[in-house]
Structures are given as structure tokens and as C-alpha cells.
């Protein structure tokens, strides 16, 4: 791993990546028109930002890697997103409780590092929390429209939180790379940004009729590379092209 | 080396000023508030741009077009993007304004006239045909990542709305 800021970079930045990369197979696929606009505007959103913290990433590291290097010439172990992004789309109760999650850690931790002491990242941040609170409201008012609608929606709606309830930690996850940003002012404190986390999903939960799930089993991980099944499938897909036709562009 | 006169710069700004958004042809970049400053130094010149969205797919076109628009005014440029302070439509001028009304979108509000936060009623957006206050959003998301599917319940014109952010 290279310096503190730069592994926070990749952590920031293959959040977005991956996510990206699963919204996009949904392209097409979504139940109304709309959503299909919506899940390619939201892929977009996080793919922008994923661009702007490599390209930030690679400069810290000063090595010349740029943003094509990064996304498309790693390996699994070398990916630092939360196991949560990774997951599979499942229904679209599942995709939308993701997002829910995602969404709702997004907008504490970019709203924070607005006032980050690293400029870059602040103004990075500060055009990403605009993009973050827009998902939001998008997420909330499908999870409350399913979770509060038919028998059928809310059973789903519930199983798809469930589903996507025991990877909640691995976005918190700190370790000593989140401690020495910390002190310096870079990164915010995640006991503050969870406790924002924690009243949003609250609230949404309430509103929808849905329950937070008691089970207390949680898969961390991946901020140090250790992912579930599925990242290593995600990434052939979306790497193959650059890897077979290096340096290629249309 | 040619070192630009006043009087040149502000021939390469109003060419530069004139590149129009791809993706919304009746704006200009100046319009838009995505130009922020032309500049030049030792007879080059330095055009600061910042995004509207992070993943705006129309900003390597934008760059593209203001290479050329420099190029055209005699001189050679390089396009800078700063993302602090981040963009907003508040930046967008009155003119920027009324030629979206007549183009058919919706312009956007003033930011922080709806509240943000989760599962709230957001602002009056207005009918850009009828003016009706009366319109109800269609999607959250639109043919761009810069705006939102209305309807007018007047009218019944289907519309975009250029969102406030």
C-alpha cells in the first residue's frame, strides 16, 4: 500500500467504481423507463467521482499511474471498496436498499471532507455531496414507496435490506491509514458520519414499515482488499477490454 | 513568442465565452457558469472550467471546443478544471435563464428553496409553456445528468427541468 492519502483515495474512489460498475449492468433492465435513465445517471454520478479521486490518487502517489492505470490495471486484493458495493443487484428492492446504505454514508462522509485540510479532496467532495444528496432522496423515496406499498413490495423490500444489512460495518471499517488522515484533518472522525448514517436509515426505515434486522453478524474487509465472492467476478468484465488492447482508445 | 494585448484577450474570451454546452446547444459555457476565468500568460492562455456533474460526459467535448476556439483567435491554450468552489446554478445567468425558458426547459431555482433533505416536498418548479406553478415531476432523472422529467397538470406539456444544485 502506498502513503495514508493515497489508499484513502483508492477506498474513496473504488466505492464509486464499483458501484458504478453494478449499476450499469441495470442498464435496461429496470422495471419502468425512468429508472433506467436513473440507474445510468446514478452509475455516471459515481463513475465521475471515481475518475476525479484517481486522477487526484495517482498525482499523490507520484508514480504516473493516471486514472485509466488505477481503475483497470488492478487486482482484486488491490481494490479498497466496501464489500457492501460489490454486492449483486439482486431485485430492485435489493438494489435500492445498496444504494439506500451507500447513499446515506455518502452524504456525511462528503459533507465532511468539504471542509477537508487536503483542497483537492474538499473540492472534490463538495461537487460529489451535491450528487450524493440527490441519490439520497432518489433511494429514500423508493425504499418508503416499497416498504409502505403492497404485501408483495414490502416482503421484498424488507428481504432486500436484509440481504445487504450484514455489510454495513465494512463501510466504517478504520484502521491506522483512517487515524493519521484523521489527525491531520484530511478524513472525517466515522463515529460522527455513522451517527448521521444511523438517523437517516432510521428515519427511511420508519417511514417505509420496514425493521432493522437483529442479526449482529457483519463481513468486513474490504478496505484492506479482503472481498466477498463477487469483486472477482466484476472484474474480468470491466477490465478485459483495457487489459486486452492496452493503451486502446475510440 | 506573441504576447496577447488586452484587446486580444478579450477577443479570445469572447470566442472562448461563445463555446455552447453539447448537450443543452442554447447555453453557452459563460451562461452556465462552467467558464471561470481566461487568462495569459507568456503569450499562452489559460481557460479555468469546472463541472457541472463529476461524470458530465459533455466536459472533454467542452474542452475540445475551447482549444479551438483559442486556436482560432491566434493563440495556443490549455484548459484547466478546478472543482472548488464547486459548481452550482445559481451561477447561471439571467439570460442564461430566459433562453432555457424559451428553449423549452424549466430553469432552475434558486438552491435551498426546496429542502434537501430526505422525503420532503420539493420547490414549485413552473411550466416553461404555460407558466402553471401546477406541475408534478415525472422521474428524479432526465435525458441528462443536469436535469429532471416534469409535467405540466395545466397544460399537460412533459418537460425538463434544469435541476438546482
Same mark, same amino acid.
Given at each position: ?14 466505492d ?30 459515481h ?66 471532507? !468539504?471542509g477537508?485540510?487536503? @483542497?483537492? #479532496?474538499?473540492? $472534490? ?7 450524493? &444528496?440527490? +441519490? ?81 453478524y ?5 478496505? !484492506?482488499?479482503?472481498?466477498? @465472492?463477487h #469483486?472477482?467476478? $466484476? ?7 483495457? &487489459?486486452? +488492447? ?5 | 513568442m ?28 459563460d ?44 493563440f ?60 408534478k ?22 418537460f ?6
Amino acid at each position: 500500500m502506498g502513503s495514508p492519502v493515497f489508499t484513502y483515495l483508492l477506498r474513496l474512489g473504488d466505492d464509486n467504481l464499483i458501484l458504478s460498475q453494478r449499476l450499469g449492468e441495470l442498464v435496461s433492465w429496470m422495471p419502468e423507463l425512468e429508472e433506467d435513465i436513473a440507474v445510468a445517471n446514478l452509475a455516471l454520478d459515481h463513475l465521475g467521482q471515481a475518475r476525479n479521486l484517481f486522477t487526484y490518487a495517482g498525482e499523490v502517489e507520484g508514480l504516473g499511474r493516471d486514472e485509466d492505470d488505477l481503475a483497470m490495471l488492478r487486482d482484486e486484493r488491490e481494490y479498497f471498496n466496501a464489500v457492501m458495493c460489490e454486492q449483486p443487484n439482486g431485485d430492485f428492492g435489493q438494489t435500492m436498499a445498496r444504494q439506500l446504505f451507500v447513499d446515506a454514508y455518502q452524504v456525511p462522509v462528503y459533507e465532511a471532507l !468539504t471542509g477537508s485540510s487536503d @483542497e483537492t #479532496l474538499a473540492g $472534490i467532495a463538495a461537487k460529489a455531496a451535491k450528487e450524493a &444528496r440527490y +441519490h439520497l432522496r432518489h433511494s429514500s423515496t423508493w425504499v418508503v414507496r416499497l416498504g409502505d406499498g403492497t404485501a408483495e413490495s414490502h416482503r421484498r423490500m424488507q428481504a432486500g435490506i436484509e440481504a445487504m444489512w450484514p455489510y454495513i460495518d465494512d463501510l466504517f471499517w478504520v484502521d491506522g491509514v483512517d487515524d493519521e488522515i484523521r489527525e491531520a484533518g484530511i478524513a472525517p472522525d466515522m463515529t460522527v458520519v455513522r451517527d448521521t448514517f444511523e438517523r437517516t436509515v432510521a428515519r427511511v426505515l420508519a417511514e417505509a414499515t420496514l425493521e432493522a434486522p437483529n442479526d449482529p453478524y457483519q463481513r468486513t474487509g474490504g478496505r !484492506t482488499g479482503f472481498h466477498t @465472492e463477487h #469483486l472477482g467476478h $466484476i472484474l474480468p468484465e470491466m477490465q478485459n477490454l483495457h &487489459r486486452a +488492447h492496452p493503451g486502446v482508445s475510440w | 513568442m506573441v504576447s496577447a494585448t488586452g484587446a486580444d484577450l478579450g477577443r479570445v474570451r469572447a470566442a472562448v465565452a461563445a463555446v455552447s454546452d453539447p448537450e443543452v446547444p442554447v447555453l453557452t459555457i459563460d451562461d452556465l457558469g462552467v467558464l471561470r476565468s481566461v487568462e495569459e500568460a507568456d503569450g499562452r492562455i489559460l481557460v479555468t472550467i469546472t463541472p457541472t456533474y463529476s461524470g458530465c460526459p459533455a466536459m472533454q467535448f467542452i474542452e475540445d471546443r475551447i482549444i479551438e476556439a483559442v486556436l482560432d483567435a491566434g493563440f495556443e491554450g490549455e484548459v484547466r478544471t478546478v472543482f472548488s468552489p464547486a459548481w452550482t446554478t445559481d451561477w447561471m445567468s439571467d439570460d442564461g435563464r430566459r433562453k432555457l425558458r424559451e428553449y423549452g426547459i424549466a430553469p432552475p431555482n434558486p438552491v435551498g428553496s426546496a429542502d434537501e433533505t430526505v422525503l420532503t416536498i420539493r420547490a414549485v418548479v413552473r411550466c416553461p409553456r404555460c407558466d402553471s406553478a401546477d406541475t408534478k415531476p415525472v422521474s428524479e432523472f432526465g435525458s441528462t445528468a443536469c436535469k429532471a422529467l416534469y409535467q405540466c397538470n395545466d397544460c399537460h406539456e412533459p418537460f425538463d427541468y434544469f435541476k438546482e444544485l
